[in-house]
């Protein structure tokens, strides 16, 4: 990379200027204004600094735009939707650096309903790739409280899960080609809807939750599915997260795969979600510790679905399994659990400084590493409170916190670690994940030396130093 004085104030020009050439005057954006949005995280903990906002209409301008700053060794940032939780979309302060905007390349390339795939562009929001298969009578399966606004690029690069994992698997499970740009500007064209390919090595799965540090991903093909013509949610209260498990276990048992979402809250969050998120409602007479939202859906029209999930809550109650539940009765009750689900991470937002951990451990080993990190933490914090929620069907909990008098204007409190290590350590216990689903980002990178071996982390360093020479994608996140 090149310093300060070796990248004087008329050289930036004459580089913008290049920028402008390669994608028009109007999508290189340099106006503090108009640059400031792209500079900070969701959660507004990370800030950077950036030459330009630069946003290409397609892959051959992002390629003309990549090779500009290979030559000039200048960092690219790639950024979609800017709703990551660990500021891997977020440049560093180093200035010698664009944000890669790809909002532009937001279109549905194919949709092909017998191949069951869909074709396209990075900068598509997800929730415009569901209306897109929908319409063709297909699910696309990716669901995520920020479906409205995250794009498919960035769900890509960080793998994402949401909450049908359980039954679809993650965003790396539902891709079948990728297109994209090389740190040397080439382009690495893949948008092939094959089911087997085996000529090689899968280089797809490279770039998939390497969070643009080893190239920018301009396209994909991704699998669809039947759309559900069946679909029944459910709200039940449980006495603790064991019973949960076992109350999943048992919807497997007598419902089968047609269990796509299953999720555990416990009250706090479900408390904050009514505090501060307008038009929420109890969704049960009665309190209880813990709840477990799941929906269940089936192709066919006509479908025993919901006398089955009937009789499975009915067996669980008899079982004290569950306390008590309710089935919603039409989409928008449906949509009304969900809700509750979904704002839980903006309601969090308003107590104070909450220390986030997106861990993963074996889903029989959920119940006890509630009950130990909670009380490890107790220890450590007295008075500390714990939002607990999550997706317990593959393993993966928010296990997130408050600590008395931590606040989020305090940067000393935002820096500190010493949460984080008490929920970390006793993960890599139970030979878990500290990031199982929202990546590595800037706010893990220091973490991961010490959850993942050396020689895990020597391939890595091995595949950076070849796919980027340069060190210029998205420098200081991952590795």
């Known amino acids: 990379m090149k310093t300060d004085m070796e990248y004087p104030g008329t050289a930036v020009a004459a580089f913008i200027e290049r920028l402008a050439h390669a994608v028009g005057d109007a999508n290189v954006l340099t106006d503090a204004a108009d640059v400031a949005p792209a500079l900070s995280d969701w959660r507004g903990f990370y800030k950077g600094r950036a030459m330009a906002v630069v946003r290409p209409a397609n892959t051959s301008e992002v390629s003309a735009v990549v090779r500009l700053c290979s030559d000039a060794g200048i960092a690219v940032v790639a950024q979609g939707g800017n709703t990551g939780m660990c500021g891997g979309a977020t440049p560093t302060m180093d200035g010698r650096t664009i944000v890669l905007s790809l909002a532009r390349m937001n279109r549905v390339l194919a949709l092909d309903p017998l191949n069951y795939t869909i074709t396209v562009e990075a900068g598509c929001v997800l929730a415009t790739v569901q209306q897109a298969a929908s319409a063709a009578g297909r699910l696309f399966p990716l669901s995520l409280g920020a479906e409205g606004s995250c794009q498919i690029g960035g769900n890509l690069a960080t793998n994402a899960g949401g909450v049908n994992v359980l039954r679809y698997g993650n965003t790396r499970d539902l891709t079948l080609g990728l297109e994209v740009v ?32 080893l190239g920018v991903i301009t396209g994909a093909v991704l699998k669809v599915f039947p759309m559900p013509r069946t679909s029944v949610t459910a709200f039940a209260a449980v006495p603790d997260p064991a019973a949960a498990i076992a109350l999943l276990g048992r919807l497997r048992e007598q419902v089968g795969n047609r269990v796509s979402a299953f999720e555990l809250i416990s009250r706090r969050s479900i408390e904050l979600v009514l505090a501060h998120i307008p038009g929420t409602r109890d969704p049960l007479a ?59 991470p903006d309601a969090s937002k308003s107590e104070g400084l909450l220390y986030r951990h997106d861990i993963s451990v074996p889903t029989s080993d959920i119940p006890s590493f509630i009950e130990e990190a909670g009380a490890r933490l107790e220890a450590a914090f007295p008075g500390v409170r714990i939002v607990c929620f999550g997706h317990i069907g593959d393993g993966n909990l928010h296990y997130n916190c408050y600590v008395p008098g931590r606040m989020r204007d305090d940067p000393v409190a935002i820096a500190a670690t010493d949460v984080n290590d008490v929920v970390f350590r006793l993960v890599h216990e139970r030979s878990g994940s500290i990031s199982a689903e929202h990546g590595i980002g800037q706010a893990k990178v220091a973490e991961l030396p010490h959850y993942k071996s050396a020689v895990e982390l020597e391939v890595m360093h091995r595949l950076k130093r070849v796919l980027d020479p340069q060190g210029i994608m998205n420098p200081g996140k991952v590795i």
């Open 182 to 213: 090389l740190a040397d500007g080439s382009v690495l064209g893949g948008l092939r809807g094959l089911r087997k390919d085996n000529t090689g090595y899968d280089l797809k799965q490279l770039f998939i939750g390497s969070e643009g540090t």
């Open 286 to 344: 009665a309190a209880s510790p813990w709840y477990v939202l799941t929906n269940v859906d089936d192709p066919r029209t006509e479908s025993d679905l919901r006398s089955a999930l009937e009789q499975a809550l009915g067996d669980a109650v008899e079982d004290a399994l569950v306390t008590d539940a309710a089935l919603a009765e039409s989409d928008a009750q449906a949509q009304a659990l969900w809700r509750i689900r979904e704002s839980i």
